[in-house]
């Protein structure tokens, strides 16, 4: 992970894009360019947005989460594995590309999961960007409603890749990383991302 990576705001916007980025992947491994392929999500409605003013946005994010994954094997695994597979390494992708979902699973997620606490509620959150901004000038110039929505979508990448089982849940599943991920993880020496997935062999 590059910790020189700036914090985003634009998960507000991004989110979990699993079925954009699954569709996105497929060209991405045919060698098609960003630009190719925003063309033919436009042309066939892929994304079947109601207009076309996001597509173009939602494509690049997709790209720079397959271009951060550094992994062939894993984009693959992406467009052909198993949906519940597939949702996890969409959450990978996110963690390379997003430096705050990064730090949220690991220091968050990943330390219930080391110390076999399974508790999780929106106080979990709250205290990690009470942190976040105390640490970080631009995070603490954040509005409330910027951290508000991203506490929605990072809940809600938790319940799509059910570590909870919904949005009021208040206890943490105890998920089974995937063997492709762990092996892709591990040929990345992303060792630290592993308690994130509940992963301690």
């Known amino acids: 992970m590059d910790q020189g990576h700036l914090y985003s705001g634009?998960?507000?916007a991004?989110?979990?894009?699993f079925y954009e980025i699954r569709t996105v992947a497929k060209y991405y491994i045919d060698g098609k360019t960003i630009e190719e392929t925003i063309e033919i999500?436009?042309?066939d409605n892929l994304f079947q947005y109601p207009t076309e003013r996001q597509i173009s946005r939602m494509a690049r994010a997709c790209y720079k989460r397959l271009d951060a994954l550094s992994n062939e094997h894993l984009v693959h695994e992406l467009v052909f594995a198993p949906v519940e597979?597939?949702?996890q390494i969409n959450l990978y992708a996110i963690m390379k590309y997003n430096h705050l979902v990064w730090e949220f699973m690991i220091q968050v997620i990943g330390e219930k999961y080391s110390n076999q606490d399974f508790s999780f509620s929106r106080k979990d959150l709250s205290a990690f960007f009470t942190?976040?901004?105390a640490q970080n000038d631009y995070v603490s110039a954040w509005s409330d409603n910027t951290i508000n929505k991203?506490?929605?979508v990072l809940m809600r990448m938790l319940v799509e890749t059910e570590y909870l089982d919904g949005i009021r849940s208040t206890t943490l599943n105890p998920v089974l990383l995937c063997e492709?991920?762990?092996e892709g993880i591990r040929t990345n020496n992303d060792y630290?991302?592993?308690?994130?997935?509940n992963c301690f062999r």
């Open 10 to 12: 634009s998960l507000t």
């Open 131 to 133: 942190r976040l901004q």
């Open 85 to 87: 597979i597939a949702k």
């Open 14 to 17: 991004e989110q979990f894009l």
């Open 41 to 43: 999500i436009k042309k």
């Open 150 to 152: 991203i506490k929605s």
């Open 192 to 197: 630290e991302a592993l308690p994130a997935f």
């Open 180 to 182: 492709e991920l762990e």
